[in-house]
Structure formats: structure tokens, C-alpha cells
């Protein structure tokens, strides 16, 4: 049952959430975030350069101009930020994407894995094009760009002007790192896998002060699950599954993202964190199960 409370309103108005204040918490960090031109991606890519980072924009199709407008607006927060065409599960194209940074920026101190795909099916009738398209995004890409920014990371080191860590990683992963998905088995894998892959690349790295975690977004607003939340009927289906009784937005993530790059989570490694509204607390059985 979804407590209504907004009943008498009837209506569910976003709330007044606070900004990401223009502030100088990333100052002369370097970050490249993948599917950088949408949704989460987008908003965690602007709330960076908010927060004085410089910006790599990846992106692998940009029909509307968004690059660009992205681009202006951070140059408006006093940011560099450059785009860049890469599909994250190709090694060919990463590779260069790395170089061209490092050309551009000198270095990178934050990767933000966020690129993510869903290509959803019954079990007994996804093609292994599906499994493998979501494998090879979700999973393969935030190995391949992982291993190019620890590369980096461990070449150059700390730098304490600029961070206390090395690097520093946030893997988008999602509360289907641990809820099941019927009809999702391929993103539910892919997002499962990122949380021991994350897991496994912390443990190996923390010896150098590289941090690496994850974001585990509930039902966000973006064009991935537009379906979800387009009508009001929808979204009041959806909110039987959200004990916030919201469904989040962008810069829910997006600030998240800003505090776990910085400083201020210096000691936070190895940890998924859920932005879910309580997704996550098996809300089936808020009234006894
Ligand atoms: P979105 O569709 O708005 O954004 C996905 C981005 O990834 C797009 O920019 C897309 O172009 C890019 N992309 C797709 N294939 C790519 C490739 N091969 N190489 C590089 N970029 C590629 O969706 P979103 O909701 O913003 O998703 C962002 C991340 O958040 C994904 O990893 C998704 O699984 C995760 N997530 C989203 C939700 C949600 O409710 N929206 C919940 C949990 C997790």
C-alpha cells in the first residue's frame, strides 16, 4: 500500500533539494565520467565541475548537441571539460580516450564508471546478443577504464596539493547488485559482477591510497526507465517499491557522486553506497511480511 502523503495536495510535487553549491571541494581534480551525456551520468558530470573539477565528457552517440551545452556550462563554472566518443566495452576505443585525457588534462584523479545499459528479456528468449551487449557495456566497460585510470593512478601517485588518494573510482552500480530481476537477468548479472569487481579492485589498491566504490541508484529519472515513471500510474506502481515515498532524480546521485570523489570520504573504500530511498529494505514486509 503507498501512504499517500500528499493526499490532500493529490499530486507528488518534487521536493526542494538543496544544490551542489559551487564550490572549490575538486579543485584541480581531473575526472572522466562514461555515458556522460544523459541522465545520472550527465548530472554527476556537471556536479564535478561544480565542485572545480576538470571534465572529460564520454559519450558514444550525441544527436542533440548535449556535449556541447555541457561543455559551455562548465566552462561557465570557471571548468575545462573536453568531450569524447568511446564505447566503453571496446578496448580499441578506450584506450585512446585515456590518452587523449592525458594529453588534454595531464592526469586523471576521478573515473566515474557510470555508462549502463538494459536490453530486457524471459530468460528463455534473450539472445545471447542481449546477454552479451549488457555484459560487454555494464561490466567489460568499467573493467576496461578501471584498469586505465589505476594504470595512472599508480604511475603518478599522490599528490597531496590536489587529494590525499591517488585516485578514486565510483562504479554506477544499482540496488540490483542485490535485488533480483526477473526478466533482467543480464543487467542484474552485470550490476552484481561490478560489486565484487569493485570489491576486488579496492582490496588490490588500497596499498596505494586509490579508493574504489560504488553508487547503488533505487529508481532514478532518466530515460533507461522512462517507462517506469512517465505517468502517474506508473509512478505510483513504482512508489510501492520506494519506503521514501519518491523516485529519485539525477542529482540525488549526482551529490552523492561530488562527496564520495572528495576528500571528505577519504577513509571510504571498498563500499557500495545505496541512493534508493530505502529500495533496498525489502518493503514487502513493512507491515509484518
Ligand atoms: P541513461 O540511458 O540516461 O544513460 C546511460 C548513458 O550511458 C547514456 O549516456 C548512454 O549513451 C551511455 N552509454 C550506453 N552505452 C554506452 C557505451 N557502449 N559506451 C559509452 N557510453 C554508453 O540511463 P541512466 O539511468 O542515467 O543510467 C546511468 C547508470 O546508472 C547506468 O549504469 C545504470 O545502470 C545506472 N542505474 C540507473 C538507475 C535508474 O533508475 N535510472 C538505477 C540504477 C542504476
Not at 33 to 54: F, P, W, Y
Not at 131 to 152: H, S
Not at 184 to 199: D, E, F, R
Not at 215 to 237: V, Y
Amino acid at each position: 500500500m503507498v501512504i499517500d502523503i500528499y493526499k490532500n495536495k493529490g499530486e507528488y510535487p518534487e521536493p526542494r533539494l538543496p544544490q551542489i553549491e559551487h564550490s572549490n571541494i575538486l579543485k584541480g581534480q581531473k575526472a572522466l565520467v562514461t555515458g556522460a551525456n544523459s541522465g545520472i551520468g550527465k548530472s554527476v558530470a556537471l556536479g564535478l565541475a561544480k565542485a572545480g573539477a576538470d571534465v572529460v565528457i564520454n559519450y558514444v552517440v550525441d544527436n542533440d548537441n548535449t556535449v556541447d551545452q555541457m561543455i559551455k556550462e562548465m566552462q561557465g563554472y570557471g571548468a575545462e571539460a573536453m568531450g569524447f566518443q568511446a564505447d566503453v566495452s571496446q578496448e580499441d576505443q578506450v584506450k585512446p580516450m585515456f590518452e587523449a585525457m592525458f594529453k588534454k588534462f595531464g592526469t586523471i584523479d576521478i573515473l566515474v564508471n557510470n555508462a549502463g545499459i538494459q536490453r530486457d528479456a524471459p530468460i528463455d528468449q534473450m539472445t545471447l546478443s542481449q546477454w552479451q551487449q549488457v555484459i560487454g557495456v555494464n561490466l567489460t566497460g568499467q573493467f576496461l577504464c578501471a584498469r586505465e585510470a589505476v594504470k595512472e593512478f599508480k604511475r603518478r601517485g599522490v599528490v597531496e596539493a590536489v587529494s590525499c588518494a591517488a585516485g578514486k573510482i565510483i562504479c554506477m552500480s544499482s540496488v540490483h547488485e542485490v535485488i533480483p530481476w526477473a526478466g533482467h537477468v543480464n543487467y542484474a548479472a552485470s550490476k552484481g559482477g561490478i560489486m565484487q569487481l569493485m570489491k576486488s579492485i579496492a582490496q588490490e589498491v588500497a596499498p596505494y591510497r586509490i579508493r574504489v566504490n560504488s553508487i547503488g541508484p533505487g529508481a532514478i529519472k532518466t530515460p533507461i526507465n522512462h517507462a517506469a515513471w512517465a505517468t502517474p500510474e506508473a509512478e505510483k506502481a513504482l512508489l510501492t517499491l520506494i519506503p521514501y515515498q519518491r523516485v529519485g532524480v539525477p542529482d540525488d546521485i549526482a551529490r552523492v557522486a561530488v562527496w564520495l570523489a572528495s576528500d571528505l570520504a577519504d577513509y571510504i573504500t571498498g563500499t557500495t553506497i545505496f541512493v534508493d530511498g530505502g529500495m533496498t529494505l525489502y518493503p514487502g514486509f513493512a507491515t509484518g511480511g
